[in-house]
T-cell receptor
Framework: QKEVEQNSGPLSVPEGAIASLNCTYS??????FFWYRQYSGKSPELIMF????GDKEDGRFTAQLNKASQYVSLLIRDSQPSDSATYLC????????????FGQGTRLTINP | EADIYQTPRYLVIGTGKKITLECSQT?????MYWYQQDPGMELHLIHY???????EKGDLSSESTVSRIRTEHFPLTLESARPSHTSQYLC????????????FGPGTRLLVL
C-alpha cells in the first residue's frame, strides 16, 4: 500500500462546476497535509495546507481533512480552464524524518 | 513567493560527462531537497539535507551525490552521465517545524545523449 494515494485520473470537469480531488494516507500519525498544483512541464506550486480536522477555505479552493478516515480532499469551485493541471497531495508524518510524502497526483482537465 | 533558483534550466550533454546541477535559495531555509520526475510521473525524492554538512539519500536510489557546505546552496552532481539519467530534477527548500511548507525551484531538464 502506498503511503499517499490519489486517483491518477484524468478527471474531467465542465467549466464552472466543482472539481473534487481526493487523497488517502496510511500513516495515522500524519499531522500536516498539503495540496500542490503542477502545470505540465513546470514545478509544483503550493496551493493550500491544512492541519486541523474540518474545512479550510482560500478563495475558490477548499481543503477538507478527516483524520479519523485518513482522508484529505481539495474542492475547486467555479472551475476554470486555467485550473487544468496535475494536483499533488503531500503528507508529513509527525515522527521520524518528517519528510513530505507525495501522492502520484491527479490530472484534472476543465472543459470549456 | 519562494526565492529558490536552479541552473541550468535545460542541459543536453553526452554520455560519460560530469555534470553539476545548481540549486540556491535566499530564504535561509535549513531543509533542502532534490527530486527526480519523469514527464507525467511521480516525484521521487533522491536526496535531502537538514542543514550544513548534513545530507541523506532519499527514497529513490540515485547515482548522484550532493553536498551542503553553505545553507543557501545544495548542488547535485552526476560523475558520469548516462541516458537513464534523462529526467527533470527539482530542488526544494523548507523551514523547520510543524508549520513548514516546501517550495520548489523551477527545475532542470536534463537530456543525456
Amino acid at each position: 500500500q502506498k503511503e499517499v494515494e490519489q486517483n491518477s485520473g484524468p478527471l474531467s470537469v465542465p467549466e464552472g462546476a466543482i472539481a473534487s480531488l481526493n487523497c488517502t494516507y496510511s500513516d495515522r500519525g500524519s499531522q500536516s497535509f498539503f495540496w500542490y498544483r503542477q502545470y505540465s512541464g513546470k514545478s509544483p506550486e503550493l496551493i493550500m495546507f491544512i492541519y486541523s480536522n474540518g474545512d479550510k477555505e482560500d478563495g475558490r479552493f477548499t481543503a477538507q481533512l478527516n483524520k479519523a478516515s485518513q482522508y484529505v480532499s481539495l474542492l475547486i469551485r467555479d472551475s476554470q480552464p486555467s485550473d487544468s493541471a496535475t494536483y499533488l497531495c503531500a503528507v508529513r508524518a509527525n515522527q521520524g524524518a518528517q519528510k513530505l510524502v507525495f501522492g502520484q497526483g491527479t490530472r484534472l482537465t476543465i472543459n470549456p | 513567493e519562494a526565492d529558490i533558483y536552479q541552473t541550468p534550466r535545460y542541459l543536453v550533454i553526452g554520455t560519460g560527462k560530469k555534470i553539476t546541477l545548481e540549486c540556491s535559495q535566499t530564504m535561509g531555509h535549513d531543509k533542502m531537497y532534490w527530486y527526480q520526475q519523469d514527464p507525467g510521473m511521480e516525484l521521487h525524492l533522491i536526496h535531502y539535507s537538514y542543514g550544513v554538512n548534513s545530507t541523506e539519500k532519499g527514497d529513490l536510489s540515485s547515482e548522484s551525490t550532493v553536498s551542503r557546505i553553505r545553507t543557501e546552496h545544495f548542488p547535485l552532481t552526476l560523475e558520469s552521465a548516462r541516458p537513464s539519467h534523462t529526467s527533470q530534477y527539482l530542488c526544494a527548500s523548507s523551514t523547520r517545524g510543524q508549520l513548514e511548507t516546501q517550495y520548489f525551484g523551477p527545475g532542470t531538464r536534463l537530456l543525456v545523449l
